[in-house]
């Protein structure tokens, strides 16, 4: 009920500021072909969240994105402490599970699985990471490694925090790097023209390791120990459904609690990696687009020289090998970023190389007939 009044929401505002253009409406076409697609698939439209970020997105393409991470930084900090709280109080419970993982405690600390508060963390240091940018102080970057650090001890999250860690160390660079040698600066540069490319060569990484992996190969099985049993998962999930040129439904039983506080019964079978899952639930079309349209927009964070956000993406690019959490808008307030002019710039484009050649062949014709 929430999505679907702000859908309404976000309708009467596109409604009041009906002004398109070239690349307003190729999103709008986009979003058609995906609401389509969504709903001859599995007659749920809302049931996908996929369509809520191009939605969301949409919408905000023409607010300033600062404006957006502030807020979104104030609300989920409020909710975030808000749930944790409660949960210390004893308003909410907080579910132990000692199953998953023997001799270790796993806290849920309020929420229905152990491992969102540390992804929720993760969103909120980095809204509050890119907000701050060359104002930020060595000392919040070691307090938000610390926080960190007691998500994972209370949550066992070991793979959120090695990403939490890799993204702080990343701002740190970015931050401080005007203070060291110019060396360094040679090999920053190398290091950040790779950063674009991460989405393209995490997706392959994760769908070939886990569309071919045999647990008999050593180094494989090495890889999905370190990775929490997600190239088995992602094997088994190739095995049952394969993929398509347009997805299909999937149905999948982890570890998160019902609304009502109960552990689903069955056979455990979820999809943690995200190219994986999207691949074989949304299908090709739709997984190249996806990975496309971050690696484009990465490339121009890239020559804008916005180091911070190029960061950011780029882990989260990483994280998507591990956890399918970072496709819903609450737990990555970053995706909004996907229809911004300035991240794709489509009327430039289409100014830059079609309607300059049109033109051309236009006024070339024109002289030929005269």
């Not at 600062?66 to 930084?73: E, Q, S, T």
């Not at 940018?133 to 066992?156: I, M, N, P, Q, T």
Request: glycine share 6%; aromatic share 18%; proline share 3%.
């Amino acid at each position: 009920m929430t999505v679907k009044f702000c859908f309404v929401l976000l309708v009467i505002a596109e409604l009041t500021d009906f002004h398109y253009t070239l690349s307003d409406w190729l999103g709008i076409a986009f979003i058609a072909v995906v609401m389509l697609a969504t709903f001859y698939l599995s007659g749920d439209v809302w049931g996908r969240p996929f369509l809520w970020i191009l939605l969301f997105a949409f919408g905000a393409r023409h607010i300033d994105f600062k404006k957006i991470a502030r807020w979104a930084l104030i609300l989920s900090t409020v909710l975030f402490l808000f749930i944790i709280l409660s949960s210390v109080a004893g308003k909410i419970p907080d579910y132990l599970d000692t199953v998953t993982h023997p001799g270790v405690t796993r806290h849920y600390l309020g929420f229905l699985y152990c491992l969102f508060p540390p992804t929720v963390l993760f969103n909120i240091e980095a809204l509050y990471y890119y907000l701050r940018k060359d104002r930020l102080h060595w000392s919040e970057l070691v307090l938000g490694l610390a926080l960190a650090y007691l998500f994972y001890k209370l949550c066992d999250a070991r793979l959120n925090f090695i990403l939490n860690a890799l993204m702080i160390l990343g701002i740190f660079v970015v931050r401080y790097r005007q203070k060291w040698p110019k060396a360094f600066h040679k090999v920053f540069s190398k290091i950040a023209a790779v950063l674009p490319w991460l989405f393209i060569l995490c997706a392959v990484f994760s769908i070939a390791l886990s569309f071919g992996y045999n647990p008999h190969i050593s180094w494989m099985a090495k890889i999905d120990t370190a990775l929490g049993g997600r190239l088995r998962m992602g094997r088994l999930g190739f095995k049952r459904y394969g993929f398509s040129a347009f997805g299909q439904n999937i149905a999948m039983l982890g570890n998160g609690l019902s609304g009502s506080g109960l552990r689903g019964r069955g056979e455990y079978f979820y999809l943690d990696c995200l190219y994986v899952r999207f691949l074989l639930e949304y299908g090709v079309v739709f997984s190249v687009l996806l990975i496309t349209i971050f690696t484009v927009a990465a490339y121009r964070l890239l020559h804008q020289k916005k180091y911070s956000l190029l960061v950011i993406l780029s882990v989260l690019a990483i994280h998507a090998v591990v956890d399918d959490l970072i496709l819903l808008p609450y737990y990555n307030t970053f995706l909004l970023i996907i229809f911004y002019a300035d991240v794709l710039p489509v009327n430039q484009w289409w100014e830059r190389f079609v309607w300059k050649r049109t033109k051309r062949i236009t006024e070339t014709c024109n002289t030929f007939l005269s």
